[in-house]
């Protein structure tokens, strides 16, 4: 795994700026799910609307990600759901949850909400942190269609989520 102790990777999508800071005490012994609903619990209005600003998406690997054990190389992903107003997390295999863990990236956090219209690839890297690429001929692609495209921008050493 990384060198660096964890961190908290924010990603504002209004500014699409990237601020890092240390891992408050109360979260270093979580991950996956139990991460988010703390972050949740901790930063999100409960009233807030699950589509607006207020609410955050957040990506975290789980506790045991890069061990040797199978099946332990998990990303889960959460907020506030809009069609039950609870907190929801989904959880996925595949490389992210190893690459963010190799990053030191203990959560990811998206808050806001963007001005800019259109879309676009937010590309996570050590050397380049948070770097926000127009992503317009990706719109209405289907993932099979769109993975190869992102792979061959950027390389078969990425992870794509």
Not at 33 to 51: H, N, S, T
Not at 103 to 113: Q, R, S, T, V
């Amino acid at each position: 795994m990384n060198e660096n102790k964890s961190q908290i990777w924010r990603i504002n999508t209004r500014t699409q700026t990237l601020k890092r800071e240390p891992v408050p005490e109360t979260w270093q012994r979580l991950g996956g799910r139990g991460l988010i609903a703390r972050i949740m619990v901790d930063e999100v209005d409960a009233k807030c609307d699950p589509l607006g600003a207020g609410n955050k998406l957040i990506f975290t690997p789980g506790l045991l990600v890069g061990h040797i054990l199978s099946s332990t190389d998990r990303i889960s992903v959460g907020g506030k759901s809009p069609l039950t107003g609870g907190i929801k997390e989904a959880n996925a295999g595949g490389r992210t949850g190893y690459h963010m863990a190799f990053m030191g990236i203990h959560a990811l956090i998206i808050e806001d909400m963007p001005e800019k219209d259109g879309y676009w690839v937010l590309h996570l890297s050590l050397k380049d942190g948070a770097k926000w690429e127009r992503a317009d001929d990706l719109a209405g692609l289907g993932v099979y269609e769109t993975a190869p495209k992102l792979l061959e921008k950027y390389g078969d050493k990425v992870a794509i989520s």
